[in-house]
């Protein structure tokens, strides 16, 4: 999987509207939680995967290559830190996946991963987008 080719306005934008998709998703996962649809459930984690992992790599391979490239390494600690927590975000649904058939244990990790990425998004959308762009506007 490679970055996606877009300007960066383009891409931020990408971003953004993936962000959005992401939220319904997250509501669509609770829905089949308090159902219990597992199987549903499991196959919706598994098809996520890929479209995550665009994603990510998106965001690390070109916002905060376009970051570190404009503001170096000091000026890039807060892109860093919001970045990391990419590895959270998988490690909770790879445990959501271990447990997908635990009604409160899905529904903690469920609850989980919506806080974390709530947090991680307005970051983004925030702090690093904003950065990125101005990073990304030619000289």
Do not use: C, W
């Not at 995550?52 to 290559?65: G, M, N, S, W």
Request: zero cysteines; a negative charge.
């Amino acid at each position: 999987m490679r970055p996606r080719d877009l300007e960066m306005n383009d891409l931020v934008n990408t971003l953004i509207k993936e962000h959005r998709e992401i939220r319904n998703l997250l509501k669509e996962l609770y829905s089949l939680i308090v159902e219990e649809r597992y199987a549903e459930l499991s196959q919706k984690l598994e098809n996520f995967q890929p479209y995550l992992d665009q994603h990510v790599i998106d965001e690390e391979a070109r916002i905060l290559k376009a970051i570190l490239e404009k503001y170096g390494r000091e000026g890039a600690e807060g892109a860093i830190r919001v970045f990391q927590e990419h590895r959270l975000i998988h490690e909770l649904i790879r445990e959501m996946k271990a447990v997908a058939s635990d009604k409160s244990e899905l529904a903690r990790k469920g609850e989980e991963l919506r806080a974390l990425l709530e947090r991680h998004f307005r970051a983004e959308e925030e702090e690093v987008f904003p950065k990125a762009l101005d990073a990304g506007k030619k000289k």
